[in-house]
């Protein structure tokens, strides 16, 4: 399975994976981070959904 979204090099906290979500989108990083943050807390498997984020998106694109 191939997504089309790179983790972030920039806005890391982790891995990247919530940072190259909002690079790609073009979102505000820490607006996508207390979202996350919200729905781990409810009955949202959100550790799971990271880790596999985390093995399915490509590595950072370096810009320079």
Do not use: C, E, Q
């Amino acid at each position: 399975m191939k997504i089309n979204l790179h983790r972030s090099s920039d806005n890391r906290v982790l891995a990247g994976v919530l940072g190259g979500i909002a690079d790609h989108y073009d979102w505000n990083p820490n607006l996508i981070r207390v979202i996350y943050l919200v729905l781990s807390l409810t009955a949202f498997p959100g550790i799971i959904i990271y880790l596999v984020l985390w093995l399915l998106m490509k590595d950072p694109v370096d810009d320079a």
